[in-house]
């Protein structure tokens, strides 16, 4: 789920639906050639403990590969989102650091006006 906003982030905006579908194309690629690569695995008919050692391991590897790339990516995503953001002018990139208190955003104009108008559903108005 988070590699979707990954892939959103790091796209430009005239490209970010090429991105989130290279995205998606990979997870139901991957969802659909794993029973393809186990099934003749366990094609024996009945399987044992020692034969499914086996998989597990192979699932382990692919997993510690997965890792080392992902831990590799540089730079993050999130700065190449707040890069592209930056370069094409869209939404305000946020500067780093911590993000604004909730009392601090409760106190902007029109939040606590837009909260009485709607009443607050914990009063049993929503």
């Not at 024996?44 to 391991?57: K, R, S, V």
Request: proline letters at 9%; a positive charge.
């Amino acid at each position: 789920m988070l590699s979707r906003a990954a892939a959103a982030d790091m796209y430009p905006p005239e490209r970010r639906a090429r991105g989130i579908a290279l995205v998606l194309f990979g997870a139901v690629f991957g969802a659909l050639l794993g029973p393809f690569v186990f099934i003749p695995l366990f094609a024996q008919g009945e399987t044992q403990g020692g034969q499914l050692m086996a998989p597990w391991l192979a699932a382990a590897g692919f997993m510690a590969v997965g890792l080392v790339f992902i831990l590799n990516v540089r730079p993050d995503p999130k700065r190449i989102g707040a890069l592209l953001a930056e370069r094409s002018g869209e939404g305000i990139a946020r500067p780093e650091g911590r993000a604004a208190p909730l009392f601090q955003i409760l106190r902007r104009p029109g939040i606590v006006a837009h909260q009485n108008e709607e009443g607050c559903p914990h009063e049993g108005n929503g």
